[in-house]
DNA sequence: CATTAGCACGTCATTTAATTAAGTGCTAAT
DNA sequence: ATTAGCACTTAATTAAATGACGTGCTAATG
């Protein structure tokens, strides 16, 4: 069964009314914008109801819409909304200051709209199943330590410091990095660790004396890799500003969760099938009171996304007004880009 | 005016009996411990108030400790709490993983920590005012990517990657940082961006066609340097289980505070005379419900500071006793390494 | 046949009052 | 110095009363 016209706008207007207020929507509420009495709009009520897009908290509240409502809305019946200039004026001195490296423009525009709208926001960089081995160095620091650095192909740069372990000499480092220079480049980061062990820890348990040091040295530097670095996460706080979260039971599980980086594992897991996806309560696979907006980029080779986390009764046409207005910028930064 | 033996025993009783149970502590709850009626303890409890170590909520309560009472307690009359061989068993499985960096050790030891008592743990690398410059070192990574990377005398090692700005060759990155190296290592590393600017600025202006995108590399990577790395916060979603932040306006606003890194900032600006300072409520200087213990190792030049957040009824004696053992550790890592 | 007025009903939220529990300060006796 | 006893205060809990909001259903209407 299909929804007439005059359905589609009631439905509409019942999201963006509980978006706004926060507050179940009654029948007599409506009845000067649909020209019509309050029973009318009761009938069409019921049958939206029956259809599964809005529901009732209790025998005599007004409506809410359900997951199903919110997911019509915002793929038949939302529009993006356009910035207000306050907010574009925010956004356009990031994107104007030349300056910047493209992931601080990214994660400072983000910032700016955790800020603006009090949901959370986060930009992931290239995860690890994309990102391969593309080089290894040692840097001496001083006669007992050493830097190790590992770079992928992505772009990704981490480094970890070292105590140099006893009898060990730097060179020995260094002839042991460029085995892993030879043989492992190219290999997925968070398999590199592995192939260590089996394929560099035998050879050089025959070539150096203190292999086993060394090897630790590096199984470290990259077993540890991918770990929550190249994450930003900003407006945790913002969120619990939100009504909803005006239980601490509430925001102690959300809180815990945000701790555990479970958010994101989730927002890493899921894929995307356009430039912009939105994933509401329970497609969210996180918590079934949020709705996570997720957003892929690349630009010029530099991959990643960012994503926005607020509650169901999220202003939806704002947010992927922002988000599509980042997209834009972000590709006219590439254009210039190619220009120069 | 001093404390008699059994007012102190009072005091001490009162303050275990509220971190206990949370609930303000009565007269008649005490008669048994003290052999003496309420009245008595009623009368003491009195004086111990004229004292201002104790405070009523409303003029029937119970009693709970003032700040003044809790600084009381844990100068004079708290004994650090031997560890359970429960807790003895978790850290010394970290102490005895031989294989780990000692930043390493201590992150992974605070987080234990944070788990077995609901209070928060920081882990800060000494602080960017006694972090000199020590080395400046860029590395190509393709043809148009390279890494900066800065290292500091305490062994703090940062990097961060740049896109090659148009017209500029790798070359003249490293000839400048080469300057930089000769002329500003040993400069306090929040001050190296300043002089990066007036010393460094000036002469490759003159020598380097491109200066102003080079300069601006260098400045970013400098500049940029101490902005919250080498700090590892764990279990701020553990603290919210404390029956204190039953109120979600606290919450909120203690979540705020720790999202701008005021906790952080606070504690760096914190000095230490002992080797563990407790700062209860106001002299926190961060928020008047919590007490802070901060702790400061240096184990072979390697300096940095622990620190617990808790509530004001923190377990006093359980987290000194547990920082205490920390700390015994630590220093027989030192001595075992120097045996070596 | 869609729309509407009208009414009985259900649920929640708020207010008010009453009661109970916990604990104090003070006084007078020991 | 200690204690028993009493009057008093406050907070917390419970119960009842009330009002606000909004629904579903029925019967009348154009």
Chains 1, 2 share one sequence.
Do not use: W
Not at 89 to 94: A, E, F, P, V
Not at 246 to 251: A, L, Q, R, S
């Amino acid at each position: 069964m299909i929804l007439d016209e005059r359905q589609k706008n009631l439905l509409k207007e019942i999201v963006e009314n509980y978006i706004k207020n926060v507050k179940p929507v009654g029948s007599k509420s409506l009845c000067k914008k649909f020209k019509c009495s309050s029973a009318t709009i009761r009938n069409e009520m019921a049958v939206l109801e029956s259809l599964g897009y809005i529901e009732k908290n209790h025998i005599s509240s007004g409506r809410v819409p359900s997951e199903k409502g919110y997911k019509y809305y915002v793929d038949y019946l939302m529009k993006p909304k356009e910035l207000t200039g306050e907010d574009v004026l925010k956004l356009q001195t990031i994107f104007d200051n030349k300056q910047l490296q493209l992931s601080d423009t990214i994660t400072k525009c983000m910032e700016i709209i955790s800020d603006i709208t009090n949901y959370t926001s986060i930009v992931l960089g290239s995860n690890s199943r994309e990102n391969l081995l593309k080089q290894v160095s040692i840097i001496p620091i001083d006669e007992n330590k050493v830097v190790a650095l590992v770079c992928t192909n992505k772009g990704v740069v981490q480094n970890k410091q070292f105590v140099l372990p006893p009898n060990t000499e730097v060179k020995e480092l260094v002839k042991t990095s460029d085995m892993i220079n030879k043989m492992l480049i190219g290999t997925p980061i968070n398999e590199v660790a592995e192939r260590l062990e089996f394929e560099i820890k035998p050879i050089i348990s025959q070539r150096i004396e203190q292999y086993e040091a060394i090897y630790n040295i590096f199984y470290d530097a990259l077993h540890g890799f991918n770990k929550g670095s190249n994450v930003h996460v900003r407006g945790q706080a913002k969120l619990l500003n939100q009504p909803e979260y005006d239980d601490t039971n509430e925001i102690r599980r959300l809180m815990s969760k945000f701790e555990n980086n479970e958010l994101i594992r989730k927002i890493e897991a899921k894929d995307e099938s356009d430039s912009i996806n939105i994933y509401i309560g329970d497609e969210s696979d996180f918590d079934s009171n949020v709705t996570i907006v997720k957003s892929h980029y690349n630009i010029n080779g530099e991959e990643g996304t960012i994503a926005i986390i607020g509650p169901k009764r999220m202003e939806y046409d704002r947010v992927v007004g922002l988000l599509k207005y980042i997209n834009e910028n972000l590709d006219s930064l590439e254009k210039e880009s190619k220009h120069e």
